[in-house]
């Protein structure tokens, strides 16, 4: 019975890794990809972490897979989120058919202040607009 729960830890972990993997393949754009590659990594990697905690079953190992799950869920979104905006300051095009892109207009890349909502940046006046990228909106990537 603990081979057959593995089993499908192991395999479903697996599966959401596939999933991450294809979306960094299929998605347009760098936002897009972190966002698949993130959620599915973790939930992958945490898959795999339960099972291989349920089949070996030692307190210490199922100690030091909580951690890391918990190390996973706490960092991977963070970490995402710092180079998903690393690359929107630094101009990675988005995706053509991207609706709505709240932070335009409202980073000056001279002073790098974002401004709220409520402002609007000194010297942004003139900024053109941000690059989307011409890819086949059809199939992205």
Known sequence: MIELLTAVFLVGGAGFMLIA???LLRMPDLLTRMHATTKA???GAGLIMVGA???IGQLTV???AVAVIAF???TAPVAAHAIGRAGYFMGVPLWSQTHTDELEGRYDPETHILAS???KPSGN???PPRKTSDSDSSRPG
């Open 21 to 23: 993997a294809l979306g």
């Open 117 to 119: 909502s409520s402002e």
């Open 125 to 127: 006046d003139d900024q």
């Open 41 to 43: 990594g973790v939930l």
């Open 72 to 74: 996973l869920i706490l």
């Open 53 to 55: 905690a349920i089949f």
């Open 62 to 64: 199922v100690v030091k």
